[in-house]
């Protein structure tokens, strides 16, 4: 998990030093069924093809994106309509591809986060964890439905998905 609220640090002559645009950006966001579970930096990601440029994803706040080192932040939200940001993951074999776990959809972005497309699977709504190996094979974590569903007896009903065509269709790998 990620820090609340908000923030992102990083390792300075032997401390600690917030990179203080995430914090900034991500504000206000809260938990509608729970508000005062506040936005908090879940994951973060830099481009294997430009390493300055980093990826925020925020829980319950979005997607931020740096392209200097962390020094600044931008929100990169457009399209993306989801802002339950739990994983991301920059494509280092298909440059220019990001891809989005979040909480009731995946994404993904042709452009480096400037625009996103929701490619969530037909059957699983809630993802979870998204990866990419060294071919370019994306790989999907997901589960039917909020994890206040899993309680039933069949529990999440998650499965793992790849996609060979970077992220457009997912083919069923696993079922848990």
Known sequence: MGTIPS??????NGGW?????VRKNSAGANFPPSPELQSRARYLAYDPVAPARLYAGIE?????????????WQPANEGLTDMDVHEVVASA????????????????SLDRAVHWENNSTKTHDYGTS?????????YLGAAK????LWIRE????AAIFRSADKGATWEKSLTI
């Open 7 to 12: 923030a992102v640090y990083r390792s300075k």
């Open 17 to 21: 030093e917030e990179l203080e645009g």
């Open 60 to 72: 319950v706040g979005g997607m931020l994106v740096s392209d200097d080192s962390g020094y600044s």
């Open 93 to 108: 074999a298909n440059p220019g591809m990001v891809y989005a776990a979040c909480g009731e959809a995946t994404f993904r």
């Open 130 to 138: 998204v990866a990419e190996d060294k071919n370019g094979i994306v």
């Open 145 to 148: 439905g909020r994890p206040n």
């Open 154 to 157: 069949e529990g999440a009903i």
